[in-house]
């Protein structure tokens, strides 16, 4: 017995020892080539997901092709509509904007990843966005668990209940119109822009919290509130392209010593806060008005389980980041191209003038008085196709089996991104001047290829994870511009002077600076 276990123990023995002598060579060897070691990794490992990749047939940036860095860099850069649009026309329909990922062009590719039932998944890039404990139905990106979600937020975010708080955009309105007659005094250009921003904030204050966050009656960005939620979007949409950063950086304990960073801090998330306190307090119910929180609770005491307080509270909170800045780029772009094209200005202005004389039009524009103004209604829909508010590709994963998009197959797991700015100036559904601002192609072209328009559309993406605040958006867009160009006369300060736009998920915007006068 003790010759038989003498062997394996000298066997260990031995190969303890070659493996001692082989890790202390190894070591020796990468402390004296270690600078040419990781250049030599770094390579090889670059070429390796180019090459080996089932992506590699696809043209795109040599640097996109194996490493994500590229998509970080152009994301950082905030120019990310401009750049894609170039990229498209430069590549093709389908560019390989990362080792694995696909960016198209063509509506019909994003109606194929869009489609309901095909199962094509949210990536990991809504993981960074906060709240990281309780994700929103935006941030998160568990299907199954956001489809459940998502059954208690449909009838809060309804088209009825929306409308049901119409009168509060009526009582925002009033303060901006207020606001706007002191410019049309002083007679000197202002930033507009800055005012529908400050407006879309304070909208969705009352719609959410029944409070205004209170930035029209300040006149400035309150705390730098809208600057903290537009640096957390820069932040998101490039360390999103490399989520597990995010651990490094935000999800790092330390990371809430810095100061100003501390998302309890903002205003916005301290009205939410006191308002949920107030609701939890006195009870929903108390509230006299139905707004988005308390419908939320009343739909969170249904199935406290499934939709719990710390949802209602992060549904209601995400609203203001959702909905904000999109909102706003959004209006800021359709006054831009409209005043930037002196003959759309002037058809809007006498379409709402003929309505107003005809007696169509009430003191406030209601929404359904504007489904009656057919240019408005165009230019506001083209004013959306040439600059959606989201500048970022929207990403989504293959199913695991594969998937077919545009009659092409693709492996499971490969990642796809659709960019708005791209997919609206599709040449062959949106027309050879698909590049230009012109409404009156949902006017002229015959009722087919409107439809096709329209189905082509994806300013408020598209699928399961359709805008669910686009009831709200095209309700306060409705009321507000009409109202805006039948009140007021605009000129631009600096024609021919293009908005400032930087884009790392919606599209931020500054420079709309006009003359503004009295109409009526
Ligand atoms: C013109 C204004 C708006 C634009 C252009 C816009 C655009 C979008 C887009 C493109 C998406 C899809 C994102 C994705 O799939 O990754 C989205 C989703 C969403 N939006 Fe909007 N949005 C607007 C207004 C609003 C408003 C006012 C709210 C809230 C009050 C809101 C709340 C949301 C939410 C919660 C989602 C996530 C929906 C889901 O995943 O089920 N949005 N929006």
Not at 107 to 128: E, I, L
Not at 309 to 336: E, L, N
Request: glycine fraction near 8%; charge should be positive; hydrophobic fraction near 40%.
């Amino acid at each position: 017995m003790p010759a038989q276990s003498s062997v394996p123990i000298e066997v260990t023995v031995g190969s303890d020892a070659a493996s001692v002598k082989f890790a202390s060579l190894l070591f020796k060897f990468v402390k004296n080539y270690f600078l040419l070691i990781l250049p030599a990794f770094v390579v090889l490992r670059f070429l390796y997901r180019r090459y080996a990749s089932p992506l590699r047939q696809y043209p795109g940036p040599f640097f996109a092709s194996g490493s994500r860095l590229w998509k970080t860099y152009i994301t950082w850069k905030g120019q990310t509509p401009f750049d894609f649009i170039d990229l498209h026309k430069k590549y093709g329909p389908i560019v390989r904007i990362a080792p694995n990922e696909l960016s198209f062009s063509s509506p019909a590719a994003a109606a194929d990843v869009f489609r309901a039932g095909k199962g094509f998944r949210k990536t990991d890039f809504y993981w960074v966005f906060p709240p990281p404990g309780n994700p929103d139905i935006f941030t998160e990106i568990r299907e199954d668990v956001h489809a459940q979600k998502k059954r208690f937020v449909v009838t809060p975010y309804s088209l009825a209940a929306m409308n049901g708080l119409a009168s509060f955009v009526d009582d925002t309105e009033d303060l901006l119109f207020n606001k706007l007659d002191g410019f049309v005094k002083e007679g000197k250009p202002f930033d507009f822009g800055a005012w529908l921003h400050y407006f879309a904030f304070d909208v969705l204050g009352e719609v959410a919290f029944s409070r205004k966050f209170g930035f029209l009656d300040a006149g400035y960005d309150i705390e730098g509130c809208i600057k903290t939620i537009d640096d957390t979007q820069w932040y998101d949409g490039i360390v999103g392209q490399i989520p597990f950063l995010d651990y490094f950086f935000r999800r790092n304990p330390l990371w809430q010593y810095i100061p100003g960073l501390k998302t309890k801090d903002a205003v916005i998330t301290r009205i939410a806060l006191q308002e949920m306190e107030k609701r939890k307090k006195y009870g929903s119910n108390q509230i006299d008005r139905k707004d988005l929180m308390s419908q939320l609770l009343v739909a969170s005491e249904t199935a406290p389980d499934k939709f719990g307080v710390g949802d209602v509270f992060a549904v209601a909170h995400g609203a203001i980041f959702a909905g904000s800045d999109s909102t706003a780029s959004t209006m800021q772009s359709f006054f831009h191209l409209v005043l930037s094209n002196p003959n759309v200005y002037k058809k809007i202005c006498d379409e709402i003038d003929e309505a107003q004389s005809s007696g169509k039009l009430g003191d406030k524009i209601t929404f359904q008085e504007a489904q009656q103004l057919p240019y408005f209604q165009a230019a506001l829909k083209e004013a959306m196709r040439m600059r959606p508010g989201v500048g970022l590709n929207i990403t989504r994963h293959v199913p695991s089996a594969g998937a077919e998009i545009d009659g092409m197959r693709y492996p499971g797991g490969t990642r796809v991104a659709l960019n708005g700015w791209v997919l609206h100036r599709d040449r062959g559904v949106f027309g050879e001047d698909a590049d230009i601002f012109r409404p009156e192609r949902w006017l002229d072209a015959d009722e087919k290829r409107i439809k096709a328009m329209d189905r082509s559309m994806y300013q408020f993406g598209g699928g399961s994870h359709l805008c669910i605040g686009r009831n709200l958006a095209i309700m306060e867009m409705n009321k507000v511009l009409p109202q805006l160009l039948r009140e007021y006369s605009f000129r631009l300060a600096y024609p021919g002077r293009p908005l400032k736009s930087n884009s790392t998920f919606f599209v931020v915007q500054s420079g709309l600076e006009v003359y503004i006068g009295k109409r009526r």
